[in-house]
């Protein structure tokens, strides 16, 4: 019913999975994810389109850890294949208050409008599993990610100024850290061209 914080999820994923895991599921769906929403309620508009960035620059990559399935998903679609996403977030920008989008952008891989609705970025790339230790992993993923973009980068010019200068390695580093970079660089061969 509220954001909870970083600190309390491990349980009250493992809480929910066994609720979840005692009764029968549809599995498989390509309609069923989990959703993954960061609290961004108060962060800036600069820190919030920072973590945009550096999401879409990582979303390929982590779209094919989520499985084929998932990549070019109508219910989670990645920028690449919703290319009319990136303007209306790019207008938004001029408005006051920015990024108000709405249910413009709902089936995105990043639901920008979930801003407006829950002051939150939504994360849909991730299939639908009950598994507590998969979920637990990949929201840590995804915190660090906007974590660390909205910290360690100034705006988004620094974070592209930063991946350009420094390489796909060394970002991914300062996104996820060394632990989830080395699982990206063995499961997805192709990540520097993703």
Not at 42 to 58: E, G, N, R, S, Y
Not at 161 to 167: F, T
Request: aromatic share 8%.
């Amino acid at each position: 019913s509220k954001p909870i914080s970083i600190l309390d999820k491990t349980k009250a994923i493992q809480d929910l999975c066994k609720v979840l895991n005692k009764h029968k599921l549809v599995s498989d769906s390509p309609r069923t994810s989990i959703h993954v929403h960061k609290n961004v309620s108060k962060k800036t508009p600069v820190q919030i389109v920072t973590a945009i960035c550096a999401f879409w620059a990582v979303e390929n990559i982590l779209a094919r850890m989520c499985g084929e399935d998932r990549e070019s998903n109508l219910f989670c679609m990645r920028l690449k294949d919703a290319e009319a996403v990136l303007p209306m977030v790019v207008e938004s920008l001029d408005m006051f208050p920015p990024l108000q989008l709405g249910d413009k952008v709902r089936y995105a891989g990043l639901n920008t409008g979930a801003i407006l609705k829950f002051g939150s970025l939504e994360v849909r790339l991730k299939g639908g599993t009950t598994n507590p230790e998969e979920i637990d992993e990949w929201t840590t993923i995804i915190n660090d990610l906007f974590e660390n973009a909205m910290n360690k980068y100034k705006d988004p010019s620094y974070f592209f100024d930063s991946v350009i200068n420094e390489g796909c390695l060394e970002t991914l580093d300062k996104l996820f850290g060394q632990v989830f970079t080395r699982k990206i660089t063995k499961q997805v061969l192709d990540y520097v061209s993703l």
